[in-house]
Nanobody, 115 residues
Framework: QVQLVESGGGLVQPGGSLRLSCTAS?????????MGWYRQAPGKQRELVAA???????NYADSVKGRFTISRDNAKKTVCLQMNSLQPEDTAVYFC????????WGQGTQVTVSS
């Protein structure tokens, strides 16, 4: 089983920034795992926001390209999401998981963008 703990969410004004962090533990060889950040807004399905391969290749949802940056630190088993120019439509609970995702989701971290 894998444990995923997300942190860094909060309330931010439109145009602001947040940096999310996710630490993995348990039955995962983090260095060879592709990882992703996902989000779920109220009344909507969970969607992929960004992913990063074991080799550092990244891909992003069109809605966040140019604003969000995903990164990883294999030594710390951590994957981060730097979010800039946040907009109200970015409001959601953000989760990390492997990419493609597995059943072991964490609790997520709430991001609210509002003035």
């Amino acid at each position: 089983q894998v444990q995923l703990v997300e942190s860094g969410g909060g309330l931010v004004q439109p145009g602001g920034s947040l940096r999310l962090s996710c630490t993995a533990s348990g039955s995962i060889i983090f260095s060879i795992a592709s990882m992703g950040w996902y989000r779920q807004a109220p009344g909507k399905q969970r969607e992929l926001v960004a992913a990063i391969s074991s080799g550092g290749v990244t891909n992003y949802a069109d809605s966040v390209k140019g604003r969000f940056t995903i990164s990883r630190d294999n030594a710390k088993k951590t994957v981060c999401l730097q979010m800039n120019s946040l907009q109200p439509e970015d409001t959601a609970v953000y989760f990390c998981n492997r990419y493609p995702p597995r059943p072991d989701w964490g609790q997520g971290t709430q991001v609210t963008v509002s003035s």
